[in-house]
């Protein structure tokens, strides 16, 4: 745990290097299309201001909005009322370093479906193993 | 530097709440190794004692610091517990995205 000056905790963030071209990761997550193959169903559409949701199936739909895009580069979008997802591409001479940032963690943000934080990982645990399930079986056939 | 305002302090707190403001970041770092009275946690913050001592009762709500009475001295110490639940919280939230991350992995290294 690092101080920040900002009221909030650490942000979540990974990155993985990906053997694609920059312009075929843009695509696979700066559309509805892609999105929904590897994230979840969705109606995303690359304009900021764009209102969406990600739909996490008996879990809900949960209301984002588009907050940057910057092709093929950065794309940002709330995530409910508290979070924030990015999506960072960089260039590497025909693959493409892909970074994701989980960030906006604090309390309102852990509770963000209304329930302890126990409930919400049970449930959306199953749920995520789910839709992880059928990706897999979508992407590996 | 930050204080809890009375509607905070009304609330149940949880961990991320109580962990969520610097001062008491800095406070469970202090407390860290070793038990202390509310003087000598104050010392260390350039606010007053009940400000302090406000920061130290939401943490003792969030369960991650425990207090106990030493004569007419009450000294406070770390409880680490509520913080592996946190970083349990966060590990699910790591795992999701590293599955996630694999399935764009899996996607985009498809030929067409």
């Avoid at chain 1, 895009?69 to 693959?95: A, C, M, Y």
């Amino acid at each position: 745990m690092t101080d920040t000056t900002q009221d909030k905790l650490p942000d979540i963030r990974q990155t993985q290097l990906l053997h694609a071209p920059i312009d075929k990761v843009w695509k696979a997550v700066a559309t509805a299309e892609g999105i929904s193959v590897w994230f979840m169903p969705n109606d995303f559409q690359p304009i900021v201001g764009h209102d969406f949701h990600l739909d996490a199936g008996p879990y809900g739909k949960s209301p984002c909005k588009v907050t940057e895009i910057d092709p093929p580069n950065r794309l940002s979008f709330n995530w409910g009322k508290i979070w924030f997802v990015t999506f960072e591409l960089v260039d590497k001479g025909g693959q493409t370093e892909f970074t994701l940032i989980h960030g906006g963690w604090s309390a309102e943000g852990a509770t963000e479906y209304g329930e302890p934080h126990e409930v919400v990982r049970e449930r959306m645990n199953g749920g995520w193993v789910g839709i992880v399930g059928k990706l897999s079986e979508y992407v590996g056939a | 530097m930050s204080e809890p305002n009375a509607a905070s302090a009304e609330r149940k707190h949880d961990v991320f709440q109580a962990i969520s403001d610097p001062t008491r970041r800095s406070v469970l770092r202090l407390l860290g190794d070793r038990e202390l009275p509310l003087n000598a946690i104050s010392s260390h913050f350039p606010m007053t004692r009940p400000a302090v001592s406000k920061h130290l009762r939401i943490l003792a709500e969030a369960g991650l610091v425990k207090e106990r009475k030493v004569g007419r001295e009450t000294r406070y110490r770390l409880d680490a517990d509520p913080l592996r639940e946190l970083k349990s919280w966060l590990a699910f939230y790591e795992r999701f995205w590293e599955n996630k991350l694999d399935a764009l992995k899996r996607y985009v290294e498809t030929d067409d």
